[in-house]
């Protein structure tokens, strides 16, 4: 629930006058509308199919848009990690869950982060591949080691019908 909350916290940085937007207020006239989704660029242009999210400037929409589906997304990513029985012997490999919701968090920070610095979803450059090369190592470090630790306690029996 934490990571949906803060992915709808996401969604208020589309609320945030654009600096084009405060000049204009400040100058004394009235504007058409106040925040926008595109970081670097106005909103609108061209965009993915099927979502509209930029693939020229930063899009708020996208960490918005995950934040909020974590809700969906982590329990289903737990239900695969815990299908292989290791739930069902009594066990509550709560540490892969931890791991799973915490890589997920990591995962929508990195999208805000992406497009706070007004990079497009499909754009990646070194500070943003070595993140990503960083969540991807860290992930399987975690995952392997817990779920590892889970599996070393299952009986040879539960092996032969998992």
Known sequence: ??????????GGLMLRPTPEQVETLHAGYSTGAVGAHTVGGHDG?????????????GDLRVAH???LHGVQIIPFI????????????GRKPIGLAFAIASSY?????????????????ITLDGAILSALVI????????????????????????????
Not at 45 to 57: D, E, K, M, N, R
Not at 135 to 140: D, F, K, L, N, S
Not at 141 to 151: F, N, R
């Open 135 to 162: 969540w991807i190592v860290a992930t399987a470090a975690a995952v392997t080691s817990l779920h590892g630790s889970v599996s070393q306690h299952s009986s040879p029996l539960s092996r032969l019908t998992t």
């Open 78 to 89: 737990g239900w695969l990690a815990f299908r292989r029985g290791n739930a069902r012997q």
């Open 45 to 57: 242009g061209p965009g993915l199919a099927g979502v509209g999210w930029s693939t020229q400037h």
């Open 105 to 121: 968090l990591a995962f929508v920070a990195m999208l805000t982060w992406q497009a706070l610095r007004g990079q497009s979803i």
């Open 65 to 67: 848009f995950f934040g």
């Open 1 to 10: 629930m934490l990571v949906t909350v803060l992915g709808a916290a996401a």
